[in-house]
């Protein structure tokens, strides 16, 4: 899986946006890479891949929508296991968008909600609640024409959260 992704970022074309991380309290680093695809002015491809050195997943599939809404969903695998499904429902509406993202089979259902606004062209703020973190926030901040900084902060309530990454986005 590791070679396949390393493959999309040699390939990759408009449409893919690439994501390089870290774990501030640990260092692990890991990176993501999603590609889509227009077919027609409705219907489009993706691809998912997740590299972390405990941890890799990859699926595809085909996705519906319009400027204002969209849904994906497809098939793939994950480390450790065959099988693992993922998608998401995305929904925008000038400077507001929410997104519903799942996965499911393989380890486990996951799933994560998050609603962003954008209070300048350069920044992007969200709230969010990711399953096994529970609530946290994102900030986007564009660095240049193609690249955004990312960081997601899930303070620690409970047996939840505690969890931060730090990192940069490439649009290609």
């Known amino acids: 899986m590791i070679l396949l ?95 519903y993202a799942f996965e499911g089979a393989g380890s486990g259902y996951w799933d994560k909600y998050l609603v962003q606004y954008q209070t300048s062209p350069s920044l992007n703020l969200g709230v969010m609640e990711k399953r096994g973190l529970g609530y946290g926030g994102q900030a986007d901040l564009s660095v240049g024409k193609n690249s955004t900084f990312r960081i997601e902060y899930f303070p620690k309530t409970g047996q939840q959260g505690g969890y931060s990454q730090i990192g940069l986005r490439f649009n290609l």
Do not use: C
Request: proline residues 4%; negative net charge.
């Open 5 to 99: 992704a390393l493959t999309l970022v040699l390939v990759a074309k408009a449409g893919t946006v690439i994501g390089v991380y870290e774990d501030p309290r640990t260092g692990e680093a890991s990176f993501d890479v999603m590609v889509t695809e227009s077919l027609s002015p409705h219907l489009g491809t993706f691809g998912y891949f997740y590299v972390s050195p405990s941890w890799k997943e990859g699926y595809g599939g085909f996705t519906l929508g319009n400027e204002h809404w969209q849904l994906a969903a497809g098939p793939g695998f994950e480390s450790g296991q065959s099988f693992r499904y993922g998608g998401w429902i995305w929904y925008g509406n000038g400077d507001l968008s929410v997104t």
